[in-house]
């Protein structure tokens, strides 16, 4: 099994950073990609950013210049930077892990955590 717990959420002004990690644990290997989702109340779960073990990294484009994915392999956990945060960015942020190959890979979610951009 694959556990991802997240933590670093929480509510910041307008213009403000905070940090989210994902720390894996369990079966975890091998490791296709991890990243990061969000969701809004009535809206569809999005990608946010990933960043592969190949190293690649994709962003959204509505984040890309203010949020930086980054990874530990040491500590198998991943971070996500979230710069000059916005009203728009207020969801529930989910750790996503890409469990295999890129010819086949099982998905992973942690629990969520809230982050809320508000004056």
């Known amino acids: 099994q694959v556990q991802l717990v997240e933590s670093g959420g929480g509510l910041v002004q307008p213009g403000g950073s905070l940090r989210l990690s994902c720390a894996a644990s369990g079966n975890i290997f091998p490791i296709y990609v991890m990243g990061w989702y969000r969701q809004s109340p009535g809206q569809q779960r999005e990608l946010v950013a990933r960043?592969?073990?190949?190293?690649?990294?994709e962003y959204a484009d509505s984040v890309k210049g203010r949020f930086t994915i980054s990874r530990d392999n040491a500590k198998n956990t991943v971070y996500l930077q979230m710069n000059s945060l916005k009203p728009e960015d207020t969801a529930v942020y989910y750790c996503h892990e890409g469990k295999g190959t890129a010819y086949y890979n099982s998905d992973y979610w942690g629990q969520g955590t809230q982050v809320t951009v508000s004056s």
């Open positions: 960043i592969f073990t190949s190293g690649r990294i």
